[in-house]
Nanobody
Framework: QEHLVASGGGSVQAGGSLRLSCAASGYIYSTNCLGWFRQAPGKEREGVAGFSIGDNSTYYADSVKGRFTVSWDNTKNTLYLQMNILKSEDTNMYYC???????????????????????WGQGTQVTVSS
């Protein structure tokens, strides 16, 4: 089973940057599709950025395109989310997640859009002050 530990959250002023990390352990070779999501209390979970290891495809929410970059370090089994030009509306709890199994890039993209992942990390808080 996948074990995901997210870190790197914190407080920053609008316009600033943060980099989130998600260290994956356990049966890491059982997945090739990971992503970052965010969810505020009482609100629906939103896909922020996804990554397909098999074909290096990336997926982004429209609200973060051009500002956020998702990447995967194969040597460290770590998923990153570089967040630039942060806005107050980016304030949220951020979670990393992984799919059980190896899927195609098309399936990874679909699972990202529907936020249907199998394994979830504990979340890291990002607070952006204006």
């Amino acid at each position: 089973q996948e074990h995901l530990v997210a870190s790197g959250g914190g407080s920053v002023q609008a316009g600033g940057s943060l980099r989130l990390s998600c260290a994956a352990s356990g049966y890491i070779y059982s997945t090739n599709c990971l992503g970052w999501f965010r969810q505020a209390p009482g609100k629906e979970r939103e896909g922020v950025a996804g990554f397909s290891i098999g074909d290096n495809s990336t997926y982004y929410a429209d609200s973060v395109k051009g500002r956020f970059t998702v990447s995967w370090d194969n040597t460290k089994n770590t998923l990153y989310l570089q967040m630039n030009i942060l806005k107050s509306e980016d304030t949220n709890m951020y979670y990393c997640a992984a799919i059980n199994g190896h899927v195609s890039g098309v399936t990874c993209a679909r699972r990202f859009r529907t936020t249907t992942y199998n394994y979830w990390g504990q979340g890291t808080q990002v607070t952006v002050s204006s």
